[in-house]
């Protein structure tokens, strides 16, 4: 009975232990600020725009913009994005058309408007910046 409860003693003490070890090598992304300073403001980029749009690195990535949305609005009421991708302007913007998967349902069924899962373009469509990598990347994408 001893030896069961020593080893759950010293269990709990080297638990507790663990994040007082380990937080010695880990930086804050914050870096040396205190939490409740303000962070520091991060240097705006410029948007890079390109005519035709981008090369994809793999063959499902959804396309990333080609042009500045810095002014568009996207919220349960509004989305900006579809003034030049829905069905009915696209044409006439010479803007890529929203795709068909974007009008379907959970179940496959085909929609009249877009999705209410595909409504919020920015969660897989990026606008391009020019800034360096935040890490090495060694990725090269499949043609």
Known sequence: ???IVLTAVLGMFAVMAIPFSASADVTSLRGDLELDADSKAYEKRKQVTQ???FERSFKLQPPMIPHKVDKDKITLKTNTCMRCHSAANYKKEKAPMTGESHFLDRDGNKLKKVSARRYFCNQCHAPQQSADPLVENQFVGAK
């Open 51 to 53: 005519k035709g749009g």
């Open 1 to 3: 009975m001893k030896k």
